[in-house]
């Protein structure tokens, strides 16, 4: 993930000279800002007051990129006028968009929401609004100056949740370096936050249900609890005390009683079959004391995956957790949902439908296998295309991923569906992107599908605007290269006359020379002229 690291918008005294926004990328590589926006809020009238477009600029080698006043040391690969960050209430947002513009002044808003910041200095501070719209449910962070006698700046030091105001700490400065987190239970961005990194649940054909967890190898699990929580009333109905270490291989499995039993798993559990009914969420959490109705809350939050058996729309009691996913609980084959890399340069981790493997490297779409989509179709107008794009665009998403689960059941979700765009001219709507397969096998089911959906005869709708697949469309797609191919050969065949032309006519002069040289001029018939004749004539 790219994530918000470390911001010190306060500095002792008037000079405000040493301000400075950290991100970090958990990947701790070079990694590309492409789309990546950072906008600074103010938290009196929810407005922003600095945008900064991050294209063209890419973090360093250890993952770290610093935005900040011209006295920061390391120098800020963007620098800022001194005291441009504001002291608070107000708030720091990190955003990733290749369609949003984003710029000063604009409201406040969640749309591209990477992760955020909400801030204060000072206690009597207030940011409602932007809590409301940011970090929904939690509270503002409060930079306590009495921390430290130098100064001081709030650090991620608890998790690598995004958007989790308890994430942060207040520590010592320690620009692109890694946070100086007081305590040692601290989840470091290093190397020693704990992930769901695959969930197998309960179906008609699935040997066993399991929850694989990642960490650093050899890292302890003391302390730690994986709770289950309900869409009623978003309440917990089971909690397990995790113990242990992580393996070698950085995984932990939790699995059913009876299940296999390898180095990975050394944790079992009783039943966790209702997790495959309505929304549901499993999260992590660094405490043992989980009450038996507790509430789904982001307080000491390390990690969380929020999913359902079908589409729904998720109550407001677990939203905040993250983003939701569907799985085909009921599918002939046992899926799970496992934790990808995604892709196109924001390297968000999300999850993808794939097949079980516990204690081992999860299966994931790729884009060596990718598909190009190239549809066209006719429609009857174009307005609600280009007015209502994004909202059309996420709907012609869901049902072109509806339409290849049923025809291959390749159990795909959206990670699949990369770098989806419409366009719409006179009627003629085209839609680009990719998709992606996990293997060859089902690469080759995804080009079948497509080539059935364009020869598909029948209309369908999307939203209530109906569609269909035309010849004359597609065949508008390939006719520059038909066009191109034309004019090619074209010029094929002039060159080749030319060439031609020319070789004939070197043939000739050389037959004549040849001629000329085998049948000489008969010198007995050369009239002989007198010198002084030539003389004179010179």
Not at 10 to 24: A, I, Q, S, W
Not at 147 to 163: F, P
Request: aromatic share 10%.
């Amino acid at each position: 993930k790219l994530l918000i690291s470390e911001i010190n918008p306060d500095n002792p005294g008037g000079r405000e000279d040493t301000e400075y926004v950290e991100l970090f990328y958990t990947g701790r590589r070079r990694f590309d800002l492409q789309g990546y926006w950072l906008v600074l809020y103010n938290g009196k009238n929810s407005l922003a007051y600095r945008v900064l477009d991050l294209s063209g600029y890419h973090t360093n080698e250890l993952g770290y990129f610093l935005v900040g006043s011209g006295a920061v040391s390391p120098p800020p690969m963007i620098r800022l006028p001194s005291n441009t960050i504001q002291n608070g209430a107000d708030a720091v947002a990190l955003y990733y968009s290749n369609t949003t513009f984003y710029k000063v002044n604009m409201a406040v808003t969640a749309k591209g929401l990477v992760d955020a910041v909400v801030y204060t200095s000072r206690m009597s501070e207030k940011a409602d609004q932007l809590i409301k719209v940011l970090v929904p449910g939690q509270s503002i962070l409060y930079e306590n100056d009495s921390h430290s006698t130098e100064d001081e700046s709030l650090s991620r030091c608890n998790s690598l949740s995004a958007i989790l105001q308890s994430s942060f700490q207040v520590t010592v400065m320690t620009p692109l370096q890694e946070n100086s987190c007081s305590n040692s239970s601290a989840l470091l961005p290093s190397d020693s936050a704990i992930l769901i990194n695959e969930l197998c649940l309960v179906n008609s054909t699935a040997p066993y249900p399991f929850i694989e967890l990642k960490g650093k190898p050899g890292a302890s699990l003391k302390g730690h609890s994986l709770v289950f929580f309900s869409e009623k009333e978003g309440k917990t109905y089971a909690s397990i005390p995790l113990w242990g270490t992580f393996g070698v291989t950085g995984l932990f499995v939790v699995t059913l009683d009876g299940g296999p039993k390898h180095d990975e798993m050394k944790l079992t559990f009783k039943d966790i079959s209702a997790a495959s009914e309505g929304y549901s969420a499993i999260a992590v959490y660094n405490t043992n004391l989980i009450p038996g109705d507790m509430k789904a809350t982001s307080e000491n939050l390390v990690d969380a995956v929020v999913y359902t058996c079908g589409p729904s729309t998720v109550g407001r009691h677990l939203n905040f957790l993250g983003p939701s996913y569907v799985v085909p609980c009921k599918d002939d084959r046992p899926l799970s949902l496992s934790r990808c890399s995604c892709c196109n340069g924001s390297a968000e981790l999300q999850f993808a439908v794939s097949d079980p493997t516990p204690g081992l490297q999860n299966i994931c779409p790729q884009n060596s296998f990718a598909v190009d989509l190239n549809l066209c179709f006719l429609t009857p107008n174009c307005s609600t295309w280009t007015l209502n794009h994004e909202r059309m665009l996420k709907s012609m998403g869901k049902m072109l991923l509806n339409s290849l689960e049923e025809n291959c059941s390749c159990g795909v979700s959206e990670l699949y569906l990369q770098e989806l765009n419409l366009t719409c001219v006179d009627s003629l709507l085209k839609v680009s992107g990719q998709m992606w397969a996990r293997l060859p096998e089902e690469q080759q089911s995804i080009i079948a599908w497509r080539q059935g959906f364009l020869a598909s005869p029948h209309p369908f709708s999307v939203e209530g605007r109906m569609l269909k697949s035309s010849a004359e469309c597609v065949a508008l797609k390939s006719a520059p290269s038909m066009l191109q191919s034309s004019s090619s050969f074209q010029g094929w065949e002039i060159a080749l006359f030319v060439v031609g032309s020319l070789l004939l006519l070197l043939l000739l002069v050389g037959l004549a020379f040849y001629f000329i040289r085998r049948h000489p001029l008969n010198y007995t018939s050369i009239e002989m002229n007198d010198r002084r004749e030539i003389a004179a004539d010179f």
